[in-house]
């Protein structure tokens, strides 16, 4: 059958500041998808990554969708009025308009979807992160699906050798969605020029070139896209398919070993590296260090399997004490040069008000 993955996700409040959302809320909101989307919706997801509730839902009715969107909506709606009434810190915080209007994007929540005719097996990935921005995949998706370094089945799978089709967004053009289509392999460099640079341009989504199916699907959006505000950096949901014409899952999954820096961490306004961890972890050192959860799936006639949790192996303690190291490595050198994000980074407005004041009393010497 022709099924749709939506994953639409929201910080409406956390306990302690902004360690994790906590059961209760999570509960009312799981209890309202319960409720309200049984018509609607196939199946349905939830978990939470940081203070992020997250939820996945499968059904038929295509991208874009009005009714799955508001569903998700209505039901982190819901989860606010809860949290306002249980005194969450930053309840309802990303929900930045008061009426729903056809579609999240722009309204604050993120979102990324994938449609799809089933395979008869059709495992998928989806991804959470917290305290970073949709930039964090670019590695992790160059290197899974453009590098045989990590991702083998380019050489060993004559259903990848055609290789895959980069959409790259300029996040930072403000007039619309500015996307360019790069092709792997001959495009390789071009799309290394731009995904170097993870706060300008950023996947949006992967095609195979053999099918010409959607592999990947991202919550990227540009910087301004809300009233035609800076709204910051987001906290980004990701949906991968695998196997078959895609990467394996563990060819996915390796790029994530490196705990490569991202820009995130405390108040959105640092560097720090990536740790993958388990489904429902918290933040906790500096509000951070950024993290990445990853729940696989089988998907079939739109019901989901059980969720395997993919970072819950001995293998990633590993990598996690590593990534600890690196964190507390880069704190080490506080406000100091790549340790924290240039001022055109910053997204929240005080330094800049402190550089103004302190313009004045700068003088020319003679
Ligand atoms: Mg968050």
Redesign the pocket.
Known sequence: MRVTLTVIKA?IGSIGG?IKPGERLKSKVRDFIEEQGRKLVRDYFMSST???IAILLTHDRGQGDSDIHKLAWDAFKAGTALAKEMGLYGAGQDMLKDAFSGNVRGLGPAVAELEFDERPNEPFLFFAA??TDPGAYNLPLYLGFLDPMYCSGLMLSPKMSKGFRFDIMDVAYTQGDRVVSLNAPEDTYDIAALLRDNERFVVERIHSRSSGENAVSVSTTRLHNIAGKYTGKD?PVMLVRVQGEFPATGEVLAPFAKGHHVAGFMRGSHVGPLMPVKQNESISFFDGPPVVSCAAFCVHEGKLTESADAFDHPFWDYVRDDVSRKAIDIRSQGFSGPAMLPFSELEYGGVVEKLKDIDKRFKVRA
């Open positions: 910080d902004h940081g203070d992020d917290d305290k906290d």
